[in-house]
């Protein structure tokens, strides 16, 4: 059975640093994409970065990019997302997803299968 448990999230001042993690088990395979998601009550969730294990490739969303960094750490089974520079909007709650195998489209929730239960990460200003 495939778990993911996202960590990390917090209350930090506009200007500051997160990082999430994703600790990822029951993954019976080294091809993957891990996604990390954001959600705000009552609106649609956000794609916000994946990653895709074959190629170590990276996509982030354009609100996001130069500022956040997902990585991974193989040994641990955890995938993080760096996040420099937190602006108020970038509240919401954080999740990570999985799927086996590359996925074409990793900033779309409909892509995978397995959630996280999320994080909450809130950015004052």
């Known amino acids: 059975e495939v778990q993911l448990v996202e960590s990390g999230g917090g209350l930090v001042q506009a200007g500051g640093s997160l990082r999430l993690s994703c600790a990822a088990s029951g993954f019976t395979s080294d091809d993957f994409t891990i996604g990390w998601f954001r959600q705000l009550p009552g609106k649609e969730r956000e794609g916000v970065s994946y990653l895709i294990s074959s190629d170590n490739s990276t996509t982030y969303a354009r609100s996001v990019k130069g500022r956040f960094t997902i990585s991974t750490d193989d040994a641990k089974n955890t995938v993080y997302l760096q996040m420099n520079s937190l602006k108020p909007e970038d509240t919401a709650v954080y999740y990570c997803?999985?799927?086996?195998?590359?996925?074409?489209?990793?900033?779309?929730?409909?892509?995978?299968?397995?959630w996280g239960q999320g994080t909450q990460v809130t950015v004052s200003s």
């Open positions: 997803a999985a799927e086996f195998g590359s996925v074409l489209a990793g900033l779309v929730q409909l892509e995978y299968n397995y």
